[in-house]
């Protein structure tokens, strides 16, 4: 970890960003791969996970945004040397994640169904409906384990531990992709249930995700753990905690609380701008036909190949840069910053390449209908341009999340979204009538506008000062 070293390490980086990006490596293949699985469905099928994943992310990641705030502020902890404070943090997150899960629980019952008929509105399609739904459903049930296993991960994170995260996640995503195969098709003794399988595999997968998280940080020797050895601040010496420090931290703590919420919030603002942002956008392709919704879920899912990288370096920007701010070295944060940056955009770029080439036969992975696959490839092709700006504003955004300045990507979130992304994609997809494509286009410009006002944010170096040592002890 970060508080071993004396100054800049690149092997850090790589120490922190290649587990992140594994395992979101694994959990892409296995959306491509169910993806493939649904596809020989049919069309509606894959329409309706599109729909349903709509509304999944932005519902789990508006709420799940508040893991920004404990990874921030357990990276402080961690490079101040504070393990006390990052096992408080990490409790008063858990506490939080509880009430949301029930409260979405309870929305999935009810409204799973119009939620779906909402984004169909313009072009309603009674089997995606009925499809869509009832894979909302079952994922938005698991969500009362799935966030605390997000919060335990951001916290891990947080203290450094990038592969605890990743062993974890690759366990989920596989019972995910085996009851997914087995469920849907109706393997051995099971039943087919086809896309009501999937969702079930999936909803299981989160359950068992949460309940291994939280059986993790009960362990002494965890990064961070609820049971763990606490520091004393005055001669940073390991003692033994008691069961009343224990249960202590457990009791709401609303400093404690009000500490992520501060940078948790923007960050979810930031979520909610993007997420139903997509939606209006899903609003309008649906508009457009069952073959272009498919086609553009297929994009997406390909996008996302090349958006693992993105994330792994951004994942590590924020664990160092709030570390280093931690330790009081913001010289060093920078630099974690820009090195970060620049590693991730060289190698999304050569993902941009290899996605613009092989656009054709990855499309046809996913489906057999030539409409689908040809519209699908137009749009990789265009997706593949916007690879280097997408690398900025991932890993620069995480930079500035692990400095606690949430409120401004959230606001360039706006602008890029609202502002300039659904404003050109109406102009461009309906207006003078360039379709999916147009729409897509209209993303690239998006991304190229805000890669450059997020630099320019981290240049000025503002962010170092955000989050006071002294304010979080």
Known sequence: ?????????????????????????????????TLIIIGRLGKESIAAVGMANRVIFLVIGTFSALTVGTTAIVAHYIGAGDQEGAQKTLCQSLLLSLPIGVVLMFAGMLWSDDAIALLLFTKPDAAVIKLGGLYLQYVIYSMLLGLPMMMINAALQGAGDMKTPMYLLIGVNSVNLIGGIIL?????????????????????????????????????????????????????????????????????????????????????????????SLIIYTMLIAGLGTVVIAANQITMNI????????????????????QSLGAKKPDL???????????????????GVVIFVFASPLARLYTTEADVSRLATICVRINAFAQIPFSIVMVLAGALRGAGDTRYVMYITIVGQWCIRLLLAYILGFVLGYGLPGVWVAMLIDVIVRSVLVWLRYKRGRWMELIKLESIK
């Open 333 to 351: 944060a920078s630099r974690y910053g820009k090195e970060c940056t620049f590693i991730g955009t060289v190698l999304m770029g050569i993902m």
């Open 184 to 276: 849907v098709y109706g393997l051995g003794p099971f039943p087919r249930l086809e896309l009501k399988g999937a969702a079930i595999a999936s909803a299981v997968s989160n359950v068992i995700g949460g309940i291994a998280t939280l059986l993790w940080i009960t362990r002494k020797n965890a990064a961070i753990s609820i049971h763990g050895l606490t520091k004393s601040r005055r001669y940073h010496d390991e003692v033994p905690i008691t069961s009343g420090q224990a249960s202590n931290r457990f009791r709401p703590s609303w400093d404690a609380i009000k500490q992520i919420l501060d940078i948790s919030i923007p960050a979810s603002g930031e979520q909610l701008v993007q997420q139903s």
């Open 1 to 33: 970890m970060l508080k071993s070293e004396d100054g800049y390490n690149r092997q850090n980086i790589i120490k922190l960003s290649w587990p992140a990006m594994m395992r979101l490596v694994f959990q892409t293949l296995t959306g491509i791969v």
């Open 303 to 322: 996008q996302s190949l090349s958006m693992m990288i993105g994330f792994g370096f951004s994942l590590a920007a924020t664990t160092l840069v709030g």
